[in-house]
């Protein structure tokens, strides 16, 4: 195969050659054509055949680089059986038209022109009689062609620009009216496709403290979702630099990240990505096309994509307040209710309202202990509200009510078909916590199994889904409680070590109601402000024996139990106010602390115990304020002393 090379610069803008007045004539053809052709392929139709018969040649292809040769039009007769893909290459990278005198193993010899304002695109003629001599007068045909097909996709250009911002407006109202961020990607992505003529789109969420790209949807990605880092590949490019970036043959990028292709089985060709910015200019993420159906991305596709983004990302912005509007006003009103106020008097709930303040702001792990019904969710609850994570969620998962294998599922989620009732992929509450707080409710009562997976997730900070195995990062802060001595089961072996030191980095013990009986009162007037104004009645007021009833329970079932009565009250009181009736079933002893009554104790020894032991509980309540005790019991302090004289107690009986 022999080779003769003439560039551009090279070629007179009309050729002497033989067939002069014939090109002259060609190129006036030329012009008036491309004014009135409906496209690029109507234009060549029109303008071919005179362009052969000028040459001698047999047949004509226009050629593209989609990243491989592939033939766009051709007419003609006898088409190559292959096409010279190295050969179109060099005429394209240089820049000059070639003959040859034979390619591929087809005996004809052939003209390859570049067409001219635009890469991966060349003009071939194949034909018997075509020499070298023909290759001036073919770059000359070349440059008409070239200037008509310009004039023709530049008003199908300008056409399709006012077509697509019009669609482009049309889909962006849609837009707005989709409530959640999820559904919201998927149909962008799913209009830009169509918009655009290409296979695949993909919007890439920045979380830019984590580091993180989220992609969504990524197609044939397991889960429909991809994390990468920030900083990988075209996409990482122009998160980092703000640029578009435009790819018409991926591979052979250096900047192009090949590992999601090799994980999915998908070959990406062409790619399109621009930056996505919030109404303020902050960069929140990137837009991405990939593998254009038809050739590669043009500038009207670019032109058209910016615009296309930033209708998308005022949409995904306002989305994304909404959720969180929606989210701040449920928060709000449980706090407003009282579902996160700790309410109390003694010293304990001082100190705890202080070391809830100086952890507030950290996102130390922290374990909360105390029997059941203190209140520890509700410190959970303090202790994000008055953080930094207070406009994130909040989720709280009871771990004693979950089996293992449930339990993983609760907490990791499940990809579709994972296990028999999966029909769908659910997110499990690390996700759903993302950016707040999980709260672990009776961490005690976890098996085993799911200890040694938490504590995986807590160290390596990604979890993945019950059946799937994409690792998907997570920027949660865990509080666990519970009402179990953990430092007893490790010791015992049936909680983790090393789970037990990852969680109990700071320790928070909320004490019972019976040990700081002064906040009684306090919660019994909250709560039943709390359930009156649910109940559309004036707030109850508590009468002094009431009073004095409440605070001599032991409330065996803490603040809870106190909640639970107040809730009864409030709705069942007739009424303006609480008296000691009202409450009266609740003062029924604890049998358990006269277990030592046996039987044939007489009535009045049995009396006598009875008395002794309620007079201590009594004391025990006030802290061993005599004053307060004899008030709770109905007596005047001296009466009291007296009292417990008779029953053979001394003062010193008090505890």
Known sequence: MSLEWMSWRET???ARTQPQRGLVQFCETAVATSRTAGSGEDFLKNCIPDALAELGADWCGLFGRTPE?????????QSPDSLPGELLSEVDDSRSGCFASAVSGDERPCLLIPVEGTKARVIGFWGRGLTSDLLPAAHVLGRAVSAGLSVVESCHDS?????????TLEIAQTFSQEREPQPLLERIAEESTRLFDCDRASIFIWDQEARQLMACPALGVEGGTLWLPDNRGIVGDVIQNGDLIRVDDAYSDSRFDQSVDKASGYHTRTLLCVPLSDANGRRIGAFELINKNDGVFTPADEEGLVEFGRQAAISIQNSREREQLVRSNRELTAQVTGGTAIIGESAAIVALHGTIERLAETDLPVLILGESGTGKEVAAQALHYRGSRAERPFIAVNCAALTETLLESELFGHEKGAFTDAHQMQKGKFELADGGTLFLDEIGDMSVGGQAKLLRVLEQKVITRVGGSQSIPINVRVIAATNADLAGMVSSKRFRQDLY????VVTVEIPALRERPEDVIPLAEFFLEKFCRQANKKTLELAPDARRRLQAHAWPGNVRELRNLMERVAFLTKGERVEANDIAFILSPQQDAFDDLAEGVGLTEATARF?????????KRVRGNMSDAARILGLHRSNLYRKMRQLGMDVSDKP
């Open 611 to 619: 008395q002794q032991e309620y007079i201590r509980r009594a004391v």
């Open 159 to 167: 056409a399709q620009r006012v077509a697509r911002l019009k669609s």
């Open 501 to 504: 030191y990852r969680l109990s």
């Open 69 to 77: 040769w592939s033939t766009h039009f051709s007419q003609g007769r």
């Open 12 to 14: 007179p803008w009309m």
